[in-house]
């Protein structure tokens, strides 16, 4: 698996990037040899289109991909739909699209060449690219990269990805990028008032963790929580085997900051750099917690326990609670939290909450220039009293069954009270694989926070 571009043009093949509507120009243009076999073999410029045009000596003399029609929005990373279809090999990328349209292309080539082949044996060769003038392409190569981590941290079972593995992890990219990593573990946890990241977590024979990195000596403060559950069985609220399945992936939250944080030290943003993640295992023993505990957090404020399988939001609390304490100028947490978020936006959108006015202004035109669908949705205040219940501060899981994702979110921000905050309720899963996005553990969010970012904090 390479995720770089080929730096030597020399002996590449040409590939073509070619809109539907830009076809019968492009053909003109073409000798008549070129132009005769493409229109024999049918060459339309749709997506997934493509056709390889043959040398005298029986060779590739170029390659053709289609990008569709122009203003298309059904299908993201549209070149790397057709340049699944080439043959192994080196290609220079030529094509008449600039900007940002270009940079999304070219992400979607080097993000085509992904696969997470940890355990298989056959390791496939695909095609490696040249990039084009025009784009940033060290830039292209840290977004690919990060997304490859995500993926990689999100599809390793959970046998291999427990909380001693993400902190790994987390340590391994600190070390690449020269932040530093502290790590509170086990009953440390209590010592040093983390009393629900231990609750959630003790029950497993894996210990959990509170994972601490920084990086970055100057600009504003920027802090990064993601929800650490590196598996999820539902605690004594035990999910059912069709739900626990995918909970592998429960730790998505993490793996997207982390992700989110490569870009943002590979880049060289001028911010100072907080990334904390509670990583647990929620698990059953005799020492799991129970539902109608009532359970004190960091911040004071004390939970009542409806659903043990609402274990996200209370790590998550204690981690939040830690990052306003060092009075950073905007929080973000990112979570594989609620079900009712896939249910209100399904699996493609990354809905996300927030209190910054300039958060909500930049992050939809920053997703769309950067291919990262996001969907705004509402801290909506009269639903406070959801999550009251009366016997305790806050309620982990409102009965009711409406607005959980919007509960989930009012949960958290109990525990940002005096800093800019900024919540992401992700899937981190493609249920189906779609061009440049095979199935499996997915990046979500970050590239439409990365381009948002400067504006936000004003770099």
Known sequence: MSLTFVRSAENAVPLHLV?????????????ERTANWLRSTGFDGSIGSAALIPAPDGGVEAAVVGLGAAGQTRTRFVAAAGAAKLPAGTYAIESAATGADLSEHCLGLLLSGYRFDRYGSAKSAGPRFVAPEGIDASRVEVLAAAEALTRDLINTPASDMGPAELAEAAQSLAADQGASVSIIEGDALLT????????????????????????????????????????????????PGGSMGLMKKDMGGAANVLGLAHMIMALGLAVRLRVLIPAVENSVNGSAFRPGDILTSRKGLTVEINNTDAEGRLVLADALALAEEDAPDHIISMATLTGAARVAVGPDLAPFYTTSADMAASLPTAAASSADPVWEMPFHDPYEAMIEPGIADLDNAPSGGFAGSITAALFLRRFVTATPYTHFDIYGWNPSAAPARPKGGAGQGTRALLEALPQVLGL
């Not at 539907?20 to 000798?31: N, Q």
């Open 19 to 31: 809109a539907s509507g830009d076809v019968e120009a492009f053909i003109a243009g073409c000798d």
């Open 192 to 239: 040093e008032n983390f009393p629900l990241i231990h609750t959630v977590g003790r029950a497993s024979s894996r210990a959990p963790r509170l994972i601490d990195m920084s990086w970055g000596a100057t600009g504003p403060k920027l802090t990064l929580v993601g929800k650490g559950v590196c598996f999820d069985t539902g605690g004594l609220n035990l999910k």
